[in-house]
């Protein structure tokens, strides 16, 4: 058994693919097929259930992948490890966020970053929860940017800011002469929110369950009266924008607007206000503490910067 064999065993069960796995291995796919075949038969057991049209793990190799990705993960810590006094911040750190949190993160985020560990390139993405899981799970992420609750085994969470949320209405919307609103205000309301799936719309419907009857609430006419075809914040805040309803916004995206006062509006919730706790993931084995150290240090101070700018928007609002 080799770490060749095991890196095999391990790209190929993310790609389900012969070809692919190569490809990202960088060898032939014979030379790929020939190693997990023979790593099979020194376990004894198939890892794999080939067809002609798809390749399935078996039970008994998802435990034994798994494994391996520690194994692999392990070795990388060995080998920086080994190389004492080498310097966490120089290599590349691949970062994930949320699509309702990356856009409103990172203009901030990269620059802290680039000051604090300039030699530290970050590659960033964004995705949604579920794809970030697996991307961090599988090493291609080495730490994730996402809202709590988050739970994966072996991986650890650290909250790094607690975002309120606000709404966003259009500026001569009636809601707009009062000072603070409540979901049951909102319940009554044309309401625009992201489509089912997307995590911020669950925290929303969570966090503020007189808008779950609103959701399923039906119109004279036999139609949704709840608009919910916005498929990303920045789509919706344009919706608002148009007149079709409001809507419900993390604080950082509703302050990113780039319209005229004249045409958006936003206010806070009256207490108790919804919020998220942002946190941020990482493997337990992944060898660069300094780094994770030096991200999450960025995060929060941007954060800081952030708050300060969102705050008169919000008083403003009044």
């Excluded at 291995?25 to 002609?52: D, M, N, W, Y």
């Excluded at 936003?266 to 108790?272: E, H, I, S």
């Amino acid at each position: 058994m080799t770490l060749t064999e095991l890196r095999y065993v391990v790209t190929l069960a993310r790609e389900k693919h012969f070809g692919r796995a190569a490809e990202r291995c960088h060898v032939s796919q014979p030379t790929l097929s020939v190693a997990v075949k023979k790593l099979e038969e020194e376990l004894g057991i198939p890892l794999f259930e080939r067809s002609k049209s798809n390749i399935r793990v078996t039970e008994t190799g998802q435990r034994i992948i798994e494994q391996a990705q520690r194994v692999l993960d392990q070795v990388g810590q060995i080998r920086d490890m080994a190389q004492d006094g080498k310097n966490q911040l120089n290599s590349p750190l691949k970062v994930g966020a949320i699509y309702t949190i990356g856009p409103y993160l990172f203009p901030h985020l990269l620059p802290q970053l680039r000051r604090a560990a300039p030699e530290m390139a970050l590659y960033i993405e964004e995705d949604y929860t579920a794809s970030l899981r697996q991307k961090l799970r599988h090493s291609e992420l080495d730490a994730i940017i996402i809202a709590l609750p988050f739970d994966e085994p072996e991986v650890v969470t650290l909250p790094l800011y607690d975002e309120p949320f606000v709404v966003l209405l259009p500026a001569n919307h009636p809601l707009t002469r009062e000072d603070r609103l409540t979901p049951e205000q909102l319940a009554r309301e044309q309401l625009l929110l992201l489509g089912p799936g997307h995590c911020f719309r669950d925290q929303v419907l969570e966090s503020c369950p007189p808008l779950v009857a609103a959701v399923t609430r039906q119109s004279t006419t036999d139609k949704p009266a709840l608009v919910t075809e916005g498929s990303s914040l920045e789509t919706i805040r344009h919706m608002v924008a148009s007149g079709l309803g409001i809507t419900v916004l993390p604080l950082s995206a509703a302050t990113a607007m780039q319209y005229n006062e004249d045409i958006l509006a936003v206010r806070p919730f009256a207490a108790p206000v919804p919020y998220r706790t942002v946190a941020l993931a990482w493997r337990v084995t992944f060898p660069r503490p300094k780094a994770i150290d030096m991200l999450s240090l960025a995060a929060s101070q941007c954060r800081v910067i952030e708050k300060a700018r969102e705050e008169p928007a919000v008083a403003g609002a009044g």
